[in-house]
């Protein structure tokens, strides 16, 4: 027989007053039904840096319908716990905080976003670190490396849901990451496209899931991009056009454009409609690699809301058309109706 951790604990605690386990164990069972052991849940993974983490969140721009438990969706969290999704979920242990003690990144609206596709329950497990570059400190090569910290998460994140009695596939991966690469250090960011191509092939070998769909987001910078207090990031550009090129030469994968979603005063960081936004997307092109592109229709543009605290207007767009140096893309700044 196996229980979650908090009743092992509960009948470990009442069993020491001398109370019978077995007593206790069918009292338990009669009112609480694990998942049958065939029962099966999509794994989501989410990594990357400080946009990932959602270091510039604010708990109270989230909808009253987001504040609340996400039903459909268990979230692992600081403890290595599976628990039910709600915010705050940052910061976890590794994250290295967020601005406002407490936040939460992408993984709300897009869990909200993809559960609501699926009419089934998802699992999410998330490791990101505030500040960190994919040509050291995130590269597979290098033992202790993020990248081996965040798959000893995720194995072990795992190994409790099928002790919970849960088959698991693991179905998606998202990524924000690639500021740090385009700060100061041409080297770093000319590698990019190369490093993140061997990452996602690793990842791929490493989870046994030659075809997991990778969603990412190209970062919000571009060359000589000011930012306050972090100083100027001069290769922007470069690392984003490493971005798009895997996108090209690696299957299996898509892009999120994010220049348009909402940032802090830092000018580096998104606020919390950002945040909201951009798991949203991550959500959305999840959906349309498993089912189509006319699967799931797009939510009606409403940036008339916006919140108080946003640094600035958000653009006055409609429909799935934004320019950008004359173009247009299939990806922006659409954004859910909250």
């Not at 009442?14 to 065939?38: D, I, Q």
């Not at 990451?177 to 190369?194: C, L, P, V």
Request: glycine share 6%.
């Amino acid at each position: 027989m196996f229980y979650p951790k908090w009743v092992e604990k509960w009948l470990k605690l009442l069993a020491g007053k001398g109370m019978s386990v077995m007593v206790l164990t069918n009292t338990f069972l009669a009112s609480f039904s694990l998942p049958g052991r065939t029962a099966s849940i999509q794994l989501f993974i989410l990594a990357g840096q400080s946009n990932m983490v959602g270091y510039r969140s604010n708990l109270d721009d989230l909808p009253p319908y987001l504040q609340e438990p996400l039903s459909q969706v268990l979230w692992y969290d600081r403890q290595n716990e599976w628990v039910t999704l709600q915010a705050p979920t940052e910061p976890l242990p590794f994250s290295q905080g967020v601005a406002n003690s407490q936040g939460f990144g992408p993984e709300i609206t897009l869990a909200a976003t993809i559960s609501r596709h699926l009419k089934q329950p998802i699992a999410l497990v998330k490791y990101a670190q505030n500040g960190t570059n994919l040509e050291t400190q995130w590269n597979p090569k290098l033992e202790d490396s993020l990248y081996h910290q965040m798959l000893d998460r995720v194995q072990q994140a795992i190994a409790e849901l099928s002790r919970l009695g849960y088959s698991v596939e693991i179905a998606g991966f998202f990524w924000m990451q690639g500021e740090s690469d385009a700060k100061s250090d041409r080297y770093m960011a000319s590698n990019y496209a190369q490093n993140f191509t061997h990452f996602i092939a690793r990842l791929r070998q490493d989870l046994n899931q030659p075809e997991l769909p990778v969603i990412y987001g190209l970062i919000p910078i571009v060359n000589q991009q000011s930012t306050t207090p972090f100083g100027t990031f001069e290769y922007g550009d470069i690392v984003r056009q490493a971005q798009f090129q895997v996108s090209q030469s690696v299957a299996h994968t898509r892009l999120v454009e994010t220049l348009y979603f909402s940032r802090d005063a830092d000018n580096l960081h998104f606020h919390s409609l950002g945040l909201m936004s951009l798991g949203h997307h991550f959500a959305l092109q999840w959906v349309q690699m498993k089912c189509g592109f006319c699967c799931f229709l797009y939510p009606s543009l409403d940036w008339t809301k916006p919140s108080p605290a946003l640094f600035f207007e958000p653009l006055n767009l409609t429909g799935r058309q934004c320019l950008d140096s004359g173009e247009i893309h299939p990806n922006s700044p659409i954004t859910a109706p909250w």
